[in-house]
């Protein structure tokens, strides 16, 4: 599977930014889907995942009521909509694809190549 990543850009803190990550290749809907990020000095980390029928969505603490993880397996897309964003939330955003969702990077079968968001105060 290959992934492609877009959608990031410079925001202000409060404004929305909605990330999108295209698959190609292998058959993009018997994968989960899961979001990761990294800043600056520190380890990537969970975002959000998505199961392979969407129908179960899983969210980091500090992001949980602000952004919103969908798919369209029609479309082999996956979202993440963002919003009141903070400046915390300053990362490059990569999409990832595993056999289920996980908060480990580790058990990631494919990688995006990611996108960087930058949430300005």
């Known amino acids: 599977v290959q992934l492609q990543a877009s959608g990031g850009g410079l925001v202000q803190a409060g404004g929305s930014l909605r990330l999108s990550c295209a698959a190609s290749?292998?058959?993009?809907?018997?994968?989960?889907m899961n979001w990761f990020r990294q800043a600056p000095g520190k380890e990537r980390e969970f975002v959000a995942a998505?199961?392979?029928?969407?129908?179960?969505?899983y969210y980091a603490d500090s992001v949980k009521g602000r952004f919103t993880i969908s798919r369209v397996n029609a479309k082999n897309t996956v979202y993440l909509q963002m919003n009141n964003l903070k400046p915390e939330d300053t990362a490059v955003y990569y999409c990832?694809?595993?056999?289920?969702?996980?908060?480990?990077?580790?058990?990631?079968?494919?990688w995006g190549q990611g996108t960087q968001v930058t949430v300005s105060s």
């Open positions: 290749g292998r058959t993009f809907s018997v994968y989960a």
């Open positions: 990832a694809a595993a056999k289920a969702p996980s908060v480990a990077p580790m058990y990631m079968d494919y």
């Open positions: 998505i199961s392979v029928s969407g129908s179960s969505t």
